[in-house]
């Protein structure tokens, strides 16, 4: 009995992928059959969202704008042959995404990430509490953390200032969500209330931008659709705005030519491709792809609510 007690408390190991030596990553979210069936005849059912995450394919990088010659444009049975890195696997509970999905808020729901690598869960989860956006003086945040180390990163939606952030929202559909990482994770480390100085965060290393129609850098109307397959968004330095790297989302039709590209988009399952701004770290870059999963349910999971 003692055993079998001591088994179910063993610490989880720590995540072996060590993201800082890898340029790019792909971001491919799991179709979820029974999910898609439900809200095919109006049911209120919603899966726990699960990503894979994979390294870039060799002599491949993530593109800058979609009329760049090096653009990536992966099939469908490109991205399942990927190698797999680890899973990040929403952690929550059924009745709280119903309820969620019956109030037409399923992207707000609140839920810990867990990071699971080899089918085992890792020392490293994000959490994400219930916000319902900067809109509202409540701005969208991810946390990330590691057991016997605390917050490593956090990423929060940037609404500031509010008017000027209102009206790129409403009129360029465009969206900012500020990254920012922990100097020292071991630190402890006090988060006020202060909206307008990220919370006790500090200032922000990166910002993620990501524009949903004709405004701004690319043309991403109707991206990652079988009408303009990929959709470019940039990591920004939040001082000058500067681009130092790239997130590319994806339309990757079958070469089988099957239907399975637009189902997956039909029902909201997201592939995005992500290079990472040279020389950032580890955690720096799991702290993007929070960003990146946040601006997912803002943006993707909650168009399902629609």
């Known amino acids: ?21 890898i340029p790019g990553v792909v971001i491919h979210q799991r179709a979820q059959p029974g999910e898609a069936i439900a809200q095919a005849l109006g049911v209120p059912y919603e ?16 593109a800058s704008s979609s009329s760049d010659p090096k653009l990536w444009k992966p ?43 080899r089918g085992a869960d890792t020392s490293t989860s994000m959490t994400k509490p219930c916000k319902c956006g900067g809109w509202i003086c409540c701005p969208l945040e991810m946390t990330v953390a590691k057991e016997g180390e605390g917050r490593i990163g956090t990423v929060r939606e940037n609404f500031n200032p509010y008017c000027s952030k209102c009206c790129e929202c409403c009129f360029k559909c465009s969206y900012y969500h500020n990254v920012y990482p922990v100097a020292d994770p071991k630190a402890p480390s006090a988060i006020s209330m202060d909206r307008s100085s990220g919370g006790g965060l500090g200032e922000p290393k990166y910002e993620l931008k990501f524009n949903v129609c004709c405004c701004g850098e690319n043309n991403n109307c109707c991206g990652a659709t079988c009408f303009n397959h990929h959709a470019i968004f940039n990591i920004r330095d939040p001082s000058s705005g500067a681009v130092l790297g ?30 990472f701004p040279e020389g950032t770290s580890h955690e720096e870059r799991l702290t993007i792809l929070a960003g990146i999963l946040q601006a997912e349910f803002q943006l993707y999971e909650a168009d399902q609510d629609d």
């Open 47 to 62: 899966a726990k969202n699960e990503y894979v995450v994979s390294p870039m394919p060799e002599g491949e990088s993530v």
């Open 1 to 21: 009995m003692s055993t079998k007690n001591s088994a179910q408390v063993a610490p989880n190991v720590a995540l072996s992928v060590d993201l800082s030596s």
């Open 246 to 275: 790239n997130i590319q989302k994806l339309f990757a039709p079958s070469t089988s030519g099957g239907g399975d590209a637009c189902c997956r988009m039909l029902y909201g399952y997201d592939t995005f491709a992500v290079g």
């Open 75 to 117: 099939s469908l049975e490109d991205l399942k042959a990927l190698p797999e890195l680890f899973v990040m696997k929403e952690d929550s509970d059924c009745g709280t995404r119903i309820l969620f999905t019956l109030c037409g808020c399923r992207a707000m729901r609140p839920m810990n990430v867990r990071i699971i690598e």
